[in-house]
């Protein structure tokens, strides 16, 4: 007798036809192997190591300590009468996590050809692990903050917080955005161009001196102001400082400039993602 029974499958793999055919909805059903990533990603960082996470407690204290030397004995740059090692370690638990995410997701298809060539799984998992792993080194990072701000709070120094901290989540989840978005789009482009590679590790270096971390914004003459004031990472970098220290340039108008820049080359880089994930492999 013939078969009557209709066969189902849980999951239909073919190629997308639209560049508007991102598949997004695939992620929620792969987030157990997102979890997966976050928690390799996370021991790998640490295995073989002595300190562990403690290195994330260290790097930002002695960068902290080479800025107190150079850019405030040395060059004596102002940073709007907050304490120098506050106000440098502050821009830097936001920048650190920017680049570290823009790094991290840089590189996703090189460096995970050989995962991607065995078995399908949305490719977006890789780099969305990346960002959610550096999350949590954020964290350890923004503890030692918090240390510092609770000493010169003992020391008399006030904060002036109040409803401003409640930039704290928000200008977190575009800065992660904007690097997921920045990274992405420079993993495609290295699957042709490995140039990309060279080139987006001298950009990076030369980016952290167009955001205010080592100088506050009002520290620029107002004839470059707009030009910094292009930098979407500027005025993230502002609205972060206010929130945690009182102090800092808050614009409205700015900081959705930031979200709507953020925004648009995020759905650019997933689109191109999406596209050169198809072929990559033959050019990998």
Known sequence: MPDTQTESWDLIIQPKTSWFNLRLNELWSYRDLLFIMVKRDFIAAYKQTILGPLWHFLQPLFTTIV???VFGRIARIPTDNIPQPLFYLCGLTLWNYFSA????????????????????????????????????????????????????????????????ILWIPVVII????????????????????????VLMSFAVQLLMYATPVIYPLSFIPE??????????????????????????????????????????????????????????????
């Not at 502002?238 to 709507?260: H, K, P, Q, T």
């Open 67 to 69: 800025f107190v030397i």
């Open 101 to 164: 995410c823009l790094n991290g997701t840089s590189n996703t298809f090189i460096a995970n050809a050989g995962i991607f060539g065995k078995v399908y799984f949305p490719r977006l998992i890789i780099p969305l692990s990346v960002v959610i792993s550096n999350a949590i080194k954020l964290g350890i990072q923004f503890l030692l903050l918090l240390a510092m701000m609770a000493w010169y709070a003992v020391k008399g120094y006030d904060f002036h917080i109040g409803l401003n």
């Open 174 to 197: 575009i800065v992660a955005l904007l690097g997921l978005a920045m990274g992405i789009l420079i993993s495609a482009l290295t699957t042709k161009y490995r140039d990309m590679t």
């Open 223 to 284: 004839k470059y102001k707009n030009l910094i004031g292009l930098n979407p990472l500027t005025w993230l970098t502002e609205a972060f400082r206010n929130g945690l220290l009182g102090n800092g340039l808050v614009d409205i108008s700015m900081i959705g400039y930031s979200v709507l820049v953020t925004l648009l080359l995020l759905l650019a880089s997933i689109m191109i993602f999406s596209k050169v994930e198809k072929t990559f492999m033959d050019t990998v």
